[in-house]
């Protein structure tokens, strides 16, 4: 959909967070995490293979880390009651240097990567 918005040269911007990049349902067990309970929840591996072209090819204009989170007592309780969010700024670096195929800058400065994507986003924005 942002693909075809983007083609048809609407001006729209696209995010993916690290967690939807790298995690997917299958890491949901019986057990119900509720650290993994996020919103939008996690999809299939198809989805975040998809998400992934989308960085690799400009589709997804930044990296965020929707830093989202609780004390662990707000989710230790059942995974209905339990709030959705995870925490994203201690997760996003290690997620990033394990995955450096995708950094289209500098496999080695994933914030600049992540800073480029951001800044391209505005100039594409303002350039209109």
Known sequence: MVRKAKESGLPVTCEVTP????????????????????????????????????????????????????????KAREFELAPFGMTGLETSLLAWCSRTSLSRASSTCPTWSTSWLLLRAIFLAWSR
Request: overall charge negative; charged content about 25%.
């Open 19 to 74: 967690h939807h990049l790298f995690l997917t349902e299958d890491a949901l067990t019986d057990a119900y995490e509720t650290n993994l309970k996020v919103n939008p929840p996690l999809r299939t591996a198809a989805d975040a293979a998809a998400l992934i072209e989308g960085v690799k090819d400009g589709t997804v204009d930044a990296i965020v880390t929707d830093h989202a989170p609780h004390a662990a007592w707000e």
